[in-house]
């Protein structure tokens, strides 16, 4: 007599629990214990929060920046008014910089009361819109409408300006009141800007640590050579569509009963994205030096 169709069932849903606890674990840990009192770096894209990041991770801070890919996914989240998985996902890190934390800031600041914050600036508007055109012209991202008013360019040049100078007073009027919990720093100053670094995180020792302020995630930087520009221009392009019509599906069109399979092919995606973020940061900018030689 052949099996069952409990035993059958049984065993074609088994291995896809099993892979689900797997992947759940992966991609969500334990959080840690011995996080520090958070930062959170509230300045817009070009304003060296990668910088800043790799500073704050250099101080022995577990940060969560753009090169996480979950960001990504973070952005999307918040552009429909979901931040339920933001919030989660704060008790794993003390250092947050780049999308979408500049947005978040009050909810963080309640969440957190004894959070430092910090907003990054350039030493003028026309330098930041410099950075903001290379920037923004290495392809078009919905997400930009959101925080800048248009995701290209050229003849936004006023717009995107103008959510720079919003974004300023808006940070500036929130922490008005707060100013034990607020400090500026100009990116553009460079080693100085460890002074209010160490005003605002845990310097070892309370010293301001010897060695240079990170310059990170410069035009220079992007440039891999031709194969490695051209690799990332399309993975770049294929991620980004991917994640818009993933979101819109499941924000506006997923039916509710698929919510949890859709929740767990986020896990997968973000899973697969964090090792090609770790490649990517950590192992082609030592292979590509040799190829582009």
């Not at 500073?55 to 577990?62: D, I, S």
């Not at 800031?105 to 930041?128: C, G, N, T, V």
Request: aromatic residues 16%; hydrophobic residues 40%.
């Amino acid at each position: 007599m052949g099996p069952t169709r409990s035993v059958i069932l049984t065993w074609a849903i088994l291995p896809a629990l099993v892979v689900l606890l797997l992947a759940t674990i992966i991609a969500q840990p334990p959080a840690p214990q011995d996080l520090k009192p958070k930062v959170f770096v509230l300045g817009l894209s070009k304003t060296g929060t990668t910088s800043i990041g790799d500073a704050l991770e250099r101080l022995g801070y577990r940060r969560l920046g753009w090169r996480d890919i979950r960001s990504r996914h973070m952005v999307h989240t918040w552009a429909n008014g979901d931040l339920e998985s933001i919030k989660g996902l704060t008790r794993y890190y003390d250092a947050f910089e780049d999308l979408p934390w500049p947005f978040v800031y009050r909810e963080m600041a309640e969440m957190y009361p004894d959070a430092k914050f910090i907003l990054s600036l350039r030493k003028d508007e026309d330098r930041w819109l410099r950075s903001m055109r290379t920037h923004v012209g290495r392809g078009k991202w919905l997400p930009y409408t959101y925080f800048y008013g248009a995701d290209t360019y050229e003849g936004n040049e006023d717009i995107i300006r103008q959510s720079y100078r919003n974004h300023t007073e808006n940070v500036r009027a929130y922490f008005s009141d707060k100013p034990d919990r607020y400090m500026e720093l100009n990116i553009d100053d460079g080693d100085a800007n460890w002074n209010i670094l160490c005003q605002m995180a845990q310097c070892p020792g309370n010293k301001i640590p010897s060695l240079a302020f990170p310059k990170s995630n410069t035009v220079a930087n992007w440039d891999m050579g031709v194969v490695g520009n051209n690799l990332h221009w399309f993975w770049g392009w294929l991620v980004t569509r991917v994640e818009e019509q993933a979101s819109d599906y499941y924000y506006r069109h997923g039916k509710t009963l698929w919510r949890p399979f859709l929740h767990f092919c986020w896990s997968i995606y973000d899973f697969v994205e964090a090792i090609y973020s770790e490649i990517y940061f950590r192992v082609i900018p030592l292979a590509f030096p040799i190829i582009k030689a």
